[in-house]
C-alpha cells in the first residue's frame, strides 16, 4: 500500500508563492500518474492538476491555469505543486493522489490520498 506524505503548506500573502512537496513510499512510483486535489471549509473536493507518468501529459482546472505546475521527479518519488500569484480562493487543504494506473481520465481515477496539507492565502 502506497504512503504518500505532503509537505510545503503554509500561510502567505496573497500574491506570492508556495511549492508543494509529496513523497510517495515505494518501488512503483513512476508507473501510476499522480495529482493534487484541494478542498475548501464547506466545499467539496475538487480538481486541481494531474501529470502522468512520464510527465509528457499535464492537465489542470481552469482556476489555477497559468498559476500553477505539477511536475514529478520519479527518481526522488516525489511530485510537485509550484503555485504562483497565489489568491485567498486558494485557501484550502491541498491533498496529493495517485491514480491506479500510469494514465488519467477523470478525479475518479485517483485512488490512493496523503493526509493534506494547509494552504492559507491572506488577502
Known amino acids: 500500500q502506497v504512503q504518500l506524505v505532503e509537505s510545503g503548506g503554509g500561510l502567505v500573502q496573497a500574491g506570492g508563492s508556495l511549492r508543494l512537496s509529496c513523497a510517495a513510499s515505494g518501488r512503483t512510483f513512476s508507473r501510476y500518474a499522480m495529482g493534487w486535489f484541494r478542498q475548501a471549509p464547506g466545499k467539496e473536493r475538487e480538481f486541481v492538476a494531474a501529470v502522468n507518468l512520464s510527465g509528457g501529459r499535464t492537465d489542470y482546472a481552469d482556476s489555477v491555469k497559468g498559476r500553477f505546475t505539477i511536475s514529478r521527479d520519479n527518481a526522488k518519488n516525489t511530485v510537485y505543486l509550484q503555485m504562483n500569484s497565489l489568491k485567498p480562493e486558494d485557501t484550502a487543504v491541498y491533498y496529493c493522489?495517485?491514480?491506479?494506473?500510469?494514465?488519467?481520465?477523470?478525479?475518479?481515477?485517483?485512488?490512493?490520498w496523503g493526509q493534506g496539507t494547509q494552504v492559507t492565502v491572506s488577502s
Open positions: 493522489a495517485r491514480a491506479y494506473s500510469s494514465d488519467y481520465y477523470g478525479p475518479t481515477d485517483f485512488t490512493s
